[in-house]
């Protein structure tokens, strides 16, 4: 039978079950002044910063709004303008309702992911994350502004433009070399969807007759005929583009020793959030001009 020493019945609980330390008096931060203070005069400098801006700046204004007249392009704000690049790449519900609401509750849920407790509330608080947020960032834009590039077919030009020797290549003269045929499927995103042949049956699936039988529960019958190519290119490539690519940039990460932690996946997954969501606002922005189509730069709604 064990028997307690009496130096094992003299050790307060605190110290037998260890927790966590409290933080000393000097490494603390008080709301007022500390907090308070800083945030008023960053404030300060950020509305005396606009009213100068404001003052230097002219405004980009066009004429009065006219309802008979839609302007080309017509744009959302600046802040919506990264879903409304989004619109031009997957279905409307996909990247106007369901992508933010996702992005949202992933971004809430980072510290129920990342439960440690060293470091909390310091930003780039562990030993690789200047090169892991630099990688992020790099990775987010590029990856963006390449996918982004493919389905506006810019590739295309540029195949055309190398196989015949000119930056302006002339569909119409002699030995015009073109993008292969046999590569149509590969033109853009939509092409999947329209210069593949699919069956009849695959562009009319009778769900509403088929499956969801709502005229057996006393119900009006649903007419619903889904389109399996159009599924597969706005909703199924996209979605499998957005969850499956930051999945391979952390598992890349991790196999070559860049990302070790939780904290280390986590700052390499916002890194390339938001250069994704810079460069989407960025392009939305500058780079779509008529019918909002991808040109070098513009910065102008457009014309009337």
Request: charged share 20%.
């Given at each position: 039978m064990a028997v307690a020493t009496p130096a094992a019945q003299a050790q307060p609980a605190s110290q037998a079950v260890r927790g966590r330390q409290r933080?000393?008096?000097?490494?603390?931060?008080?709301?007022?002044?500390?907090?308070?203070?800083?945030?008023?005069?960053?404030?300060?400098?950020f509305t005396i910063t606009f009213t100068i801006l404001a003052y230097m700046v002219?405004?980009?204004?066009?004429?009065?709004?006219?309802?008979?007249?839609?302007?080309?392009?017509?744009?959302?704000?600046?802040?919506?303008?990264?879903?409304?690049?989004?619109?031009?790449?997957?279905?409307?519900?996909?990247?106007?309702?369901?992508?933010p609401t996702v992005a949202l509750i992933a971004?809430?849920?980072?510290?129920?992911?990342?439960?440690d407790n060293e470091g909390q509330g310091e930003w780039l608080s562990t030993a690789r994350a200047w090169p892991i947020t630099a990688v992020g960032a790099v990775v987010g834009a590029a990856g963006t502004t390449l996918l982004i590039l493919y389905d506006a077919g810019k590739h295309v030009q540029v195949y055309e433009m190398i196989a015949n020797g000119t930056w302006s290549p002339d569909p119409d003269a002699p030995g015009f070399v073109g993008w292969p045929s046999w590569l149509g499927w590969a033109t853009n995103l939509r092409a999947i969807q329209n210069d593949i042949s699919w069956p009849e049956?695959?562009?009319?699936?009778?769900?509403?007759?088929?499956?969801?039988?709502?005229?057996?529960?006393?119900?009006?019958?649903?007419d619903l005929d889904v389109n399996l190519p159009a599924v597969l290119v706005e909703q199924i490539i996209p979605v499998t583009m957005m969850i499956?690519?930051?999945?391979?940039?952390s598992f890349v990460a991790a196999r070559v020793g860049l990302a070790r932690?939780?904290?280390?996946?986590?700052?390499?997954?916002?890194?390339?959030?938001?250069?994704?969501f810079l460069t989407l606002t960025i392009i939305g922005t500058y780079f779509?001009?008529?019918?909002?189509?991808?040109?070098?730069?513009?910065?102008?709604?457009g014309d009337h």
């Open positions: 933080r000393q008096r000097e490494e603390e931060l008080l709301v007022w002044p500390d907090l308070v203070f800083v945030e008023f005069i960053s404030a300060v400098v002219d405004a980009l204004l066009l004429d009065r709004a006219d309802p008979a007249v839609t302007p080309n392009p017509s744009k959302a704000p600046w802040y919506f303008l990264n879903l409304q690049e989004l619109l031009l790449h997957m279905h409307p519900a996909l990247a106007g309702v369901i992508v971004l809430g849920a980072i510290p129920y992911f990342d439960t049956e695959l562009t009319r699936v009778p769900l509403g007759s088929k499956v969801l039988r709502t005229d057996l529960l006393g119900l009006p019958a649903i499956g690519l930051p999945l391979l940039l932690t939780k904290r280390d996946h986590m700052i390499l997954q916002f890194s390339g959030f938001i250069a994704t779509r001009g008529a019918g909002l189509e991808l040109v070098p730069y513009t910065i102008f709604v």
